[in-house]
């Protein structure tokens, strides 16, 4: 019951089948972590699950804590508590980042009912000093005109006001040195525990060093092909993703 | 959504969607003769010089063409012989509530404008089909010498000032509307600052169309003595009807020197009104005129707000925000006529087209060779929620002579599926989502509306967002 659950999903883009036959199941509390080559459907995964209205589930389900969702709208599975760290987050001209996450606070409330300002802006100030980000962040309009870094740091912090039961962060670590990864990277762990379920995808094990899991899967052609303990990822980055391939029964199409 | 909450929706949409059956005293009957106007003059007891004035205005209108040339062909489908041109009960407006016929009363309550009143403004006139109803200004206003009160009630009180301004900044002959409304005119606000005077709060005037196949017409001249400052708002409803309904208004102002008029327009007419309005200002030396526009709703409007630089240092700003849902047309603009040294002049124009509706922007700016020091700042940016949305820019700007400047942006963009994936995954509803966008797209402009209309306009975006999304 406490768990993601994806059973079995096929997902087309148009015509193209790019996730065929993906199982996983990521119970509260534990991280899970996915690799894999460019072109194997990593963000398909993740848009999919989020609802994106250019992905078709063909076959399978998606279960949140024992509902599937797939007959949900994005919002609609927002609400039901899935986050998803977007690896390029949308600039919203125009719209301050305060009220942007306020917005998204009060749809999540009773009917009629608001949450009051002083309680946002502690709250919120107090995830932005843990992400070490300025003040003046609140009345900049969502992503626009942020560098990358800028960008992933403010989806780990909508992430930190949101408070999801379960997480997919999408190659989070694309286009960030070294010393915003260890920011991002304190960011999500601190959101750890027992009541959050957490997908990394990853194209590289640099990561996980810092956001260690508790279970590496590897993907490969639309499916999981490989699942193991966190050394999976460090051999991964020593022998490169052609080990599996080759090791597979039957040729995979990149 | 359950069925209770989507009939609290209908209600919140349509706040303006409804109707007490009124009966009137004086009724113009339906069509548009010489007759009508002696029946118009006759039942308000008008002076002879006016009735000359509407009998030539209703002959300069009946020989002009609709200009379908470069307007919409739309404009062929009103039938001016379907239109009544005069509705009222003939009681002299009111000033208190308690004198106001009971369903008009409870008109005004139900669009909130008595608590309004109370809450914020320094006096309000509440017109009723062709008629002002309500017209009261606070206290201390009044006894600072600013008058206040219904066109006819101006005319006729205050010869000397109304005569000398009224038709002097829009002619009659100005378009084919401005003559209908010159002929037929009836209700609005005369409204005269005296030297120096500073109104703090804003005059605010109520349209409200009641009855079906109606056309108002209402009347609007406002003058701003030297170094006064006053600020009008008007809001306009009408309910849906069947068949189209017709405003057409003329307002004037006048700033003379060192004066300075806002004047804010928040319109929410329904889908079936053709509202078709010439607004213009004279600001004379070191005046400033600026006008706020939001036109939400209505089948057509065309109105493009100007200012006619006169005097030096003048200064002219347009705001407009223009929301144009299915089967809508927003035709709205600017003009900006310089005609002195060192005058200024900005527009910023934003356009929302959502389904299949269009916005069409106008603008005209003219600075003569013979000038000096004059400047204009141009900005229009349209925002296309659907791919079936349209928009259009018809700038034309002429600036001769040498030390003259201008500026012009123009911008077209779309709320793209990503976005909107963006904010519907942090819970959001794909019309909040929109709607967020749109009040994120005409965010700078808003924060420079008083207050409590900055909040109506969002409100009224939730609203046509809410019914554009499946």
């Excluded at chain 2, 600075?367 to 349209?390: F, M, Q, W, Y």
């Amino acid at each position: 019951m406490n768990s993601l659950s994806i059973q079995n999903l096929h997902v087309r883009i148009g015509e193209k089948e790019i996730i065929r036959g993906l199982t996983l199941d990521i119970p509260k509390g534990e991280v899970h972590a996915v690799m894999g080559p460019n072109g194997s459907g990593k963000s398909t995964l993740s848009k999919a699950i989020g609802g994106h209205p250019d992905y078709t589930v063909t076959e399978g389900d998606v279960v949140l804590d024992g509902e599937s969702i797939l007959g949900l709208e994005p919002d609609e599975r927002a609400r039901k508590g899935l986050f998803l760290a977007f690896q390029y987050p949308m600039e919203i001209p125009g719209v301050s980042n305060a009220n942007f996450l306020r917005a998204a606070l009060n749809a999540r409330q009773p009917d009629g009912e608001e949450i009051e300002a002083t309680d946002f802006y502690a709250k919120l100030y107090e995830e932005m000093d843990e992400l070490d980000i300025r003040r003046e962040f609140t009345a900049r309009a969502v992503n626009e005109g942020f560098s990358g870094g800028e960008k992933k740091r403010n989806e780990i912090l909508q992430m930190a006001i949101l408070r999801p039961k379960y997480a997919i962060l999408d190659e989070t670590d694309s286009g960030l040195d070294i010393d915003a990864l260890k920011v991002v990277s304190a960011g999500v762990n601190a959101q750890r525990g027992p009541a959050t379920g957490m997908l990394v995808i990853t194209h590289y094990q640099r990561l996980l060093e810092y956001i260690v899991p508790d279970v590496v899967h590897v993907m490969v052609g639309g499916r999981i092909v490989r699942t193991g303990p966190k050394e999976l990822a460090l051999e991964l980055e020593e022998k490169g993703y052609d080990f599996i391939k080759d090791e597979l029964a039957e040729p995979v199409p990149a | 959504m359950s069925t209770e909450q989507l009939t609290q929706f209908d209600i919140d949409r349509t706040r303006g969607d409804f109707r007490y059956d009124v009966k009137h005293e004086f009724d113009a009957g339906t069509g548009l003769t010489h007759d009508t106007i002696d029946y118009i003059v006759d039942v308000k007891g008008e002076p002879d010089w006016l009735r000359e004035w509407r009998h030539k205005a209703l002959d300069i209108f009946l020989a002009k063409p609709m200009p379908t040339h470069w307007a919409s062909k739309d404009l062929e489908n009103i039938v001016f012989g379907n239109i009544r041109y005069y509705l009222a009960g003939g009681q002299k407006a009111s000033r208190s509530w308690e004198d106001v016929p009971d369903d008009m009363k409870r008109t005004f309550e139900r669009l909130g404008i008595p608590e309004q009143e109370r809450k914020y403004l320094a006096g309000v006139e509440a017109q009723f089909d062709s008629e002002a109803v309500y017209s009261n200004i606070k206290k201390a206003v009044g006894e600072q010498g600013v008058i206040f009160v219904g066109s006819t009630d101006g005319l006729k009180e205050y010869p000397e000032i109304f005569r000398k301004w009224f038709g002097k900044v829009i002619p009659t002959g100005d378009n084919k509307f401005s003559a209908l409304n010159s002929a037929v005119f009836s209700g609005g606000s005369f409204i005269y600052v005296p030297p120096g005077v500073k109104v703090k709060h804003p005059l605010q005037a109520y349209f409200r169309i009641n009855a079906e196949n109606f056309g108002q017409f209402e009347r609007t001249l406002i003058i701003a003595d030297e170094g006064s400052e006053v600020m009008y708002m008007e809001g306009c409803t009408a309910p849906k009807f069947e068949t189209a309904t017709l405003h057409s208004a003329v307002v004037e102002l006048v700033a003379l020197k060192g004066a300075k008029i806002q004047y804010v327009t928040v319109q929410n007419w329904s889908a079936n009104v053709f509202n078709l309005v010439t607004k213009r200002a004279i600001a004379h030396e070191e005046a400033e005129v600026k006008w706020i526009d939001c036109n939400i709703g209505s089948r057509l409007t065309m109105k493009y707000p100007g200012v006619v630089l006169k005097g030096r240092k003048a200064r002219g700003e347009v705001v407009s925000i223009a929301l144009a849902n299915d089967g809508q047309h927003q035709d709205t603009g600017a003009k900006m006529i310089h005609a002195a040294d060192e005058t200024t002049s900005n527009i910023v124009s934003k356009s929302i087209s959502i389904g299949k509706g269009r916005a069409t922007y106008r603008g005209l700016v003219h600075v003569p060779k013979h000038l000096k020091g004059c400047r204009n700042n141009t900005e229009c940016d349209a925002l296309l929620i659907n791919s079936t949305s349209r928009t259009d820019t018809y700038p034309a700007i002429t600036v001769r002579g040498t030390g003259n400047a201008c500026q012009h942006e123009a911008s077209v963009s779309q709320i793209s599926a990503e976005q909107i994936f963006y904010m519907q995954q942090r819970g959001l509803t794909e019309a909040q989502a929109m709607s967020l966008s749109v009040n994120g797209f005409v965010n700078d402009l808003v924060r420079q509306f008083p207050m409590e209309y900055s909040v109506e306009l969002k409100r009224l975006i939730d609203l046509e967002m809410e019914g554009s999304v499946g």
